[in-house]
């Protein structure tokens, strides 16, 4: 088991390392930040200064291995737009964007676990048609829209929840959370609902498909003429194998939320991440767009390790091949 994590953590920096790359390359194509900092009246040879004092002058490979070197101690470099560090400002707006992220997680894998069996055990049901009905508009309209939508009927039209910003926050050291205040636990309701509304269907479905699929297997069959009742046929047996897969979409969609939180909190105006790469894209701030996608792509590789080892965990069959691998 230790050989096969300390595989997956190598391939894993191959990927981090290769992002990367790929990242700050792209991003020296997204324009010149020379024009994001100085005036339009800026003589030449100032611009030339300026350019010459952040490295923009360099080579490409030259610029990424100093950005490299600097990541692995830690720094990420200063943000052209604030004038502040990158890593000060990722800490800052982390929190925000984490308990989302979280918030979302936990709604789409509680309701969409319980709304999969439901619709599995009791699939003639009319509640049951009626929350395939749900997955079908959750899969199919854009976040935004959905925003959009809850926005105007919970906000606008009832006057129920905000509709923007993360209201009070209490500071915890350097976190900040609206757990522990009752304006910011309403302001996560609609962003965390907008944001976990796609994940929820999607294992909800899967969850439907997966559960039907282990009903018509012989061991359940072989359960049921043991003379187990059907509370442990359904839940002790056919549940626990229908969430093998489950822990994968799950994890995945994990990274997914926290990396394609971009559009719900620019809709919410919530002060993560997100909305900070928004602004670092708009203003060509390089030092933030590479320290965000290469973030993301730490948490996806991170996720994915962990994933793989809850499979071996889980099923008995991947943890004997690991074994026999190793």
Not at 47 to 67: C, I, K, W
Not at 131 to 159: K, Y
Not at 296 to 308: G, H, M, R, S
Request: proline share 4%.
């Amino acid at each position: 088991m230790l050989a096969f994590i300390l595989r997956r953590a190598l391939q894993s920096v191959a990927v981090l390392a290769v992002v990367g790359l790929i990242a700050f390359s792209m991003f020296r194509f997204a324009g010149d930040p020379v024009n994001q900092i100085v005036g339009a009246d800026t003589p030449v040879a100032e611009r030339a200064e300026v350019r010459r004092s952040l490295g923009l002058d360099d080579p490409t490979l030259v610029q990424f291995a100093r950005y490299a070197g600097n990541v692995l101690r830690g720094n990420f470099g200063i943000s052209y737009q604030f004038r502040q560090p990158v890593a000060s400002l990722l800490a800052e707006r982390m929190p925000a964007t984490l308990e989302l992220a979280f918030c979302a997680t936990v709604f789409a894998l509680s309701v969409g676990i319980l709304m999969g069996v439901y619709c599995a055990l009791r699939r003639e049901t009319w509640l049951a048609k009626l929350f395939q009905a749900v997955s079908l508009v959750g899969v199919s309209l854009p976040t935004f829209l959905i925003g959009i939508l809850l926005i105007f009927l919970f906000s606008v039209t009832l006057g129920w929840l905000p509709s923007y910003g993360r209201g009070d926050t209490v500071r915890l050291g350097w976190w900040t959370t609206g757990f522990l205040t009752g304006s910011g636990l309403k302001a996560l309701i609609l962003p965390a609902i907008t944001l976990g509304l796609f994940q929820m269907t999607l294992i909800m479905r899967l969850v439907r498909a997966e559960m039907l699929e282990v009903l018509r297997t012989d061991y359940i069959r072989f359960a049921r003429a043991r003379g187990l009742t059907t509370r442990a046929v359904h839940f002790g047996h056919a549940l626990k194998n229908t969430l093998v897969p489950v822990i994968t979409i799950a994890g995945l969609q994990l990274g997914s939320v926290i990396a394609f939180s971009i559009i719900t909190e620019t809709v919410f105006q919530w002060p993560g991440m997100g909305l900070l790469f928004v602004q670092a894209v708009q203003n060509v701030d390089i030092p933030i767009m590479a320290a965000y996608l290469l973030l993301v792509a730490a948490i996806f590789v991170t996720i994915n390790l962990v994933v793989d080892v809850l499979y071996t965990v889980v099923d008995p069959r991947l943890r004997l091949s690991v074994g026999k691998a190793a």
